[in-house]
């Protein structure tokens, strides 16, 4: 158990449809992380949040956005799915400063994009 | 952009060590290397980490070559419960931006009865 919670579990959505997925942090932590997971690959980094700000990116389009709120924990949110977003969508959570900081990982919420 | 190389899978008897090879020729000397781990469908879980030093904990040591470019993963007594996929991760650094971390596809591991 890393303290990391999200919510909802599994999730069924259709193509054009949007989504949100939320994530609570672990007590002490001030950083959030997205990631995508498809079959078979190593998670993808979406984006980071501190501060309630994003402050990293990867390479993934404008329609992934996500909040984080004064509490720490954060929403991930698609828009105009599809069906290559289908993945397992896991978030991080961590304290960040110093440089060699660990991620502590919730159990992912799977999307299915029908 | 994985900046690690490891092979896509591994046997170990249970009993034994395990040790995961992992080669990251482009690090910079300010990068940590960081080992998590995933159970089918869970998140990864943090195993270790290590700058230049060998790192040892409660579930596994780490070992990194002097020139950095390269470190292994022992798992001291490879349990069945150790059946995971492993990854090595170098951390990219941007100031003040923490903690993008990029994985590759990992090595898999089976333990072996």
């Not at chain 1, 984006?47 to 993934?60: D, K, T």
């Amino acid at each position: 158990e890393t303290g990391v919670t999200q919510s909802p579990t599994h999730l069924i959505k259709t193509r054009g449809q949007q989504v949100t997925l939320r994530c609570s942090s672990q007590s002490g932590h001030n950083t959030v992380s997205w990631y995508q997971q498809a079959l078979g690959q190593g998670p993808q980094f979406i984006f980071q949040y501190y501060r309630e700000e994003e402050n990293g990116r990867g390479n993934f389009p404008p329609r992934f956005s996500g909040l984080q709120f004064p509490n720490y924990s954060s929403e991930l949110n698609v828009n105009a799915l599809e069906l290559d977003d289908s993945a397992l969508y896991l978030c991080a959570s961590s304290r960040q400063g110093g440089g060699n900081e660990k991620l502590f990982f919730g159990s992912g919420t799977q999307l299915s994009v029908l | 952009d994985a900046k690690t190389t490891q092979p896509p899978s591994m046997d170990c008897a249970e009993g034994r060590a395990a040790n995961l090879p992992c080669n990251h020729s482009t690090i910079s000397g300010n990068e940590y290397v960081y080992w998590y781990r995933q159970i089918h469908s869970q998140g990864p879980q943090y195993i270790i980490h290590g700058l230049k030093n060998n790192e040892t904990n409660e579930m596994a040591s780490l070992i990194i070559t002097e020139d950095r470019k390269s470190s292994t993963l022992i798992l001291p007594h490879a349990t069945l419960r150790d059946t995971a996929v492993y990854y090595c991760i170098v951390r990219a650094l941007f100031m003040n931006t923490g903690n993008q971390f990029y994985f590759g596809t990992g090595t898999s591991l089976t333990v072996i009865p």
